[in-house]
Every structure is written in structure tokens, then in C-alpha cells.
């Protein structure tokens, strides 16, 4: 086969996305969310382990919700009905407002950012304030103003964060309570519905601020768990989807080694699909013979990075477990010393008030 033809085939895979059940049951209730918004919600949070597909999810949700909106864009092309930035991480310190609302502002096409960056340019703008009321967070704070003005002059109706959970990566706790005021208040002077898509860490949020959980709707991209009987089936069909996919002729058998491909992917379809492109790519790469199952184990990632993701995804998952409406009513009726739950709501590691312990469930289900 000629290189440029495997190019073509190679990135025509990498392209393929499988709509899987989960993928769909995660977008449909979070263009739900985002379709009803102001009417309750105003944030939605999308979460689920790392590489399961978070940010696929989220780049269909703004085709569709941009989709909704054609006709008004197309009639005033100065409107941005959907708008959609990443939270970049830190480097070494508190993820940073500032750069993140000048990103924004320039993905709006915002022509005056760099203006607003420039101290000394406000400061003939305002020469009677003292410059150095223009640095540090009052710099984000004149961001801040612009990104909403900005939001609402250009008509933003959802905005997508992708990579959200950068946002609560502080490096003083003490911090937290400002981010989340920060997402509460673009929330509320925008009139836009917030969709914040992260790894499970985005839950403190729900976990540690009331006025955030009143307007904020949670939506979850779970691995397939092989504990739920009917998750097996679907991960399976995905798995011989993805398979009959491959660019090349393979001896890959998804009926008889299910259960290989699910521990080796922790029951995550982007995980299996990163696997997947990897040892397509060393396959047309290294000119190899056979693509059979001891070639692409060679690819696979290795037990322990495995092992990592998926004790974070069981405790994600747990953080995600409702509690007993009976811890709720001891709770209410006093049954819980006061103490206690001042300690738990300053985030103490008491165990969270009314909260279950995390208890195991059996394990092993369809592959014990
Ligand atoms: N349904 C799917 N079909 C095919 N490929 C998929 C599907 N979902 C995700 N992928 C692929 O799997 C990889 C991981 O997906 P993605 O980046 O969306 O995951 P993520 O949850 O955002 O990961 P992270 O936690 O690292 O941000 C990507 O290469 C993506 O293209
Ligand atoms: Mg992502």
C-alpha cells in the first residue's frame, strides 16, 4: 500500500468514533441541560474517569447545541451562541483567571485584549486610579468585566469549559471558595449555561459550595462496569465496532478476549481507542507482518498506569454514590453532634455528614 493511502486509512480511524451507549445516554441529557438552562441549572457538570471520552462528548455537544443555533448565526455572524475554551493547568501555581479570560476573549474575537492586558495603557485610561490597583487579580478583574460584556454582547448561550477541573487546582485551599464564587458569578451576570467538563475531581465543587449545587445539574460518562450486567454486552458491541474499524487486516478475536480488552482498558472506550491508534500507527510504521493480539499488547498501557486510573475512576464513582435518605433525616432531626458537622462542612476528614462509608460491592460479575 502506498504511505499516503495508510495516511488516509490511518487518520480516517483515528477520526471513527463509536457511538456507544453510554456516549449517547451523556450527551443526550447534557444537551437536555443545557437546551432547558436558566430554568433552574445554570451549570452543568459533565465528569467521568480520564480518557473515557470527556472531551469527544463535549465537541459533540457543541455540533449539536451550534446546530440549534445556525440560523441565528448565519444571520448575525457578529452572535457567538455557543462559545468553548479549555481551563489550562497551572504551571507550578493556582490556575490562573487571567490568562483563562484572555483566552477566552480572544477565541470571541475580541479585538481589544491585548489593550486590556496592557497596565500601563489603563493607566492613561485612568490616570487618576493608582497603577497598582491594575495588577495581579485586578488585572483578571478587568477581564473578568470584559469576558461578560463580551458574553453578553455577542450572545453566548453556553459556554463549554473543557479541562474544568484545572479550575480548582489551588495552591492555597483557602482559594477554593473564590473559584467557586468565580464560576457562580460568570454564571449568573452572563445568563449563560456554564457546562464545566472534567475528571471527577469537579465534584468538590457540588461537595463544597450550596449555591453552586442549587443551580448546577451533573451529567456522567461512566466506564463500562462490569459489576452491571447489561454494561458487558455494550462494551462488547463497542469492542467489535472499533475492531471491524481497523485500518488493516488483523487476527484480533473481541468475542473470545472481551475480557482482555476490558482489563486492559478499564471498560473505557478512549482508552481502547488510544490503544488501538498506537499500534496501528507502530504497525504501518515498523512495516510489521501480523497485527494479532500479542502485537498489540505490545501497545496497551502498562497494569500499573491502569491500576491508577482505575482506582481514581471506583473513587469517582463513589464520590458520585447518593446518600441514604435516612442519614438525610438524622441529619435534619439533630442526630448529628454539631461538631461534627462543622468539621465536615470545613472539609475535616471525619467522613462527610451523612455520608455512607464507602463500602465495597461484591466484584467480579460477568468475568468473576
Ligand atoms: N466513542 C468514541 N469512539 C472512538 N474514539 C473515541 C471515543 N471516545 C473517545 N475516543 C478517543 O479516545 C481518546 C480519549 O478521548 P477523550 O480525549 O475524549 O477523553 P477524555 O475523557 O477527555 O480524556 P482526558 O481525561 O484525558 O481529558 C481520544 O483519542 C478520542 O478521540
Ligand atoms: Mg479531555
Redesign the pocket.
Known amino acids: 500500500m502506498k504511505k499516503q493511502e495508510m495516511q488516509q486509512q490511518k487518520i480516517g480511524f483515528?477520526n471513527?468514533?463509536?457511538?456507544?451507549p453510554h456516549?449517547r445516554a451523556a450527551l443526550d441529557t447534557a444537551l437536555a441541560a443545557v437546551r432547558a438552562g436558566g430554568a433552574g441549572s445554570s451549570i452543568v457538570i459533565v465528569t467521568?474517569p480520564?480518557?473515557?471520552?470527556?472531551?469527544?462528548?463535549a465537541r459533540k455537544l457543541r455540533q449539536n447545541l451550534q446546530a440549534d443555533y445556525q440560523d441565528i448565526i448565519d444571520e448575525n455572524p457578529e452572535q457567538i451562541p455557543i462559545l468553548y475554551g479549555n481551563a489550562v493547568a497551572a504551571q507550578g501555581a493556582s490556575f490562573s483567571w487571567k490568562d483563562f479570560y484572555s483566552r477566552l476573549l480572544k477565541r470571541s474575537g475580541e479585538p481589544l485584549v491585548e489593550r486590556k492586558l496592557d497596565i500601563d495603557h489603563q493607566q492613561e485610561l485612568f490616570s487618576d486610579i493608582p497603577l497598582a490597583r491594575y495588577r495581579g487579580n485586578e488585572t483578571a478583574d478587568v477581564l473578568r468585566q470584559s469576558v461578560e460584556i463580551c458574553m453578553r454582547e455577542r450572545k453566548v448561550r453556553c459556554l463549554i469549559i473543557d479541562?474544568a477541573h484545572h479550575i480548582l487546582m489551588v495552591n492555597d485551599p483557602k482559594k477554593l471558595e473564590f473559584q467557586f464564587e468565580a464560576i457562580k458569578s460568570l454564571a449568573i451576570q452572563t445568563g449563560a449555561v456554564i457546562v464545566l467538563v472534567g475528571?471527577y475531581r469537579l465534584l468538590d465543587i457540588r461537595d463544597q459550595s450550596g449555591q453552586l449545587v442549587r443551580r448546577s445539574e451533573i451529567v456522567h460518562l461512566p466506564r463500562y462496569d462490569v459489576n452491571t450486567p447489561s454494561d458487558v454486552a455494550k462494551f462488547k458491541t463497542a469492542l467489535l465496532e472499533?475492531l471491524e474499524k481497523i485500518p488493516v487486516a488483523h487476527k484480533l478475536n473481541g468475542e473470545k478476549d472481551a475480557k482482555h480488552f476490558y482489563v486492559k482498558t478499564g471498560g473505557e472506550?478512549?482508552?481502547l481507542?488510544?490503544w488501538l491508534?498506537r499500534a496501528v500507527d507502530r504497525f504501518y510504521q515498523a512495516g510489521a507482518k501480523k497485527f494479532d493480539l500479542d502485537f498489540v499488547d505490545q501497545y496497551a498501557l502498562d497494569n500499573k498506569a491502569l491500576r491508577r486510573i482505575i482506582l481514581e475512576a471506583l473513587e469517582g464513582e463513589e464520590k458520585l454514590r447518593d446518600i441514604d435518605e435516612k442519614d438525610l433525616e438524622a441529619l435534619l432531626m439533630g442526630d448529628v453532634p454539631r461538631a461534627t458537622v462543622a468539621a465536615s462542612k470545613r472539609g475535616r476528614s471525619v467522613g462527610r455528614v451523612g455520608e455512607r462509608k464507602p463500602v465495597r460491592d461484591p466484584v467480579g460479575g460477568a468475568y468473576a
Open positions: 483515528i471513527y468514533t463509536v457511538a456507544h456516549m467521568g480520564t480518557g473515557v471520552g470527556k472531551t469527544t462528548l479541562e475528571t472499533l472506550i478512549g482508552i481507542k488510544d491508534v
